[in-house]
């Protein structure tokens, strides 16, 4: 007779996530993984097929809600630019608050994968690209309503305002001073006056 199982793999999934935001993939032993999850090496291995499994899984579950949040910020206001910058202000307060000073998973991922383990490139290549084409639709508002030059570049501009936020969330691992960090904010939003 089949076992049920003692645990709901959502609460399991969350758990995990945070452990790997927190250590990264390599720190995190698989006895970690048990220790923290409260749950048997069988059940991680027949519910996620494994530590790399579970990881992409994890990894994929804050991709879908950092989409719900940027869906949602970028949303905020009429103004295009005053949805980006409380996009980039929510996003810096968030991560100067967290006292692990965790980052973004999806960073994080890339500084420990790249260049090693280059089956994970397409889910960070795709996060990019969604990240991007949400930026450049909101500027595309922005443009249609007068905000923005009829000549802004919104492809490169979104590439540009990709790596902007992206540095930024490292920088605020290493120096999570809010203040400064909401000037170069304002100093790189300053691009679509």
Known sequence: MARNKAFVKEAVLEKAKELFWKQGFHATSVQNLVDHLGINR???YDTFGGKNELYETALQSYRAENLAFL???LAKFDSAKKSLTFLFKTA????VKDEDRKGCF???CTTEYLPK???IISELVDNKNVF??????TLKRGKDR?????DLDVKTTAAYLFSL????????KIAPDQRELFKSIDLGLRILN
């Open 42 to 44: 069988a059940s991680i």
């Open 71 to 73: 869906k949602d910020h």
């Open 146 to 150: 007068g905000e923005f030059s009829t």
């Open 106 to 108: 999806v960073i994080n």
């Open 132 to 137: 991007q084409n949400l930026i450049i639709d």
């Open 117 to 119: 383990h280059r089956h």
């Open 92 to 95: 810096i307060r968030a991560a």
């Open 165 to 172: 936020f992206s540095g930024l969330q490292i920088t605020a």
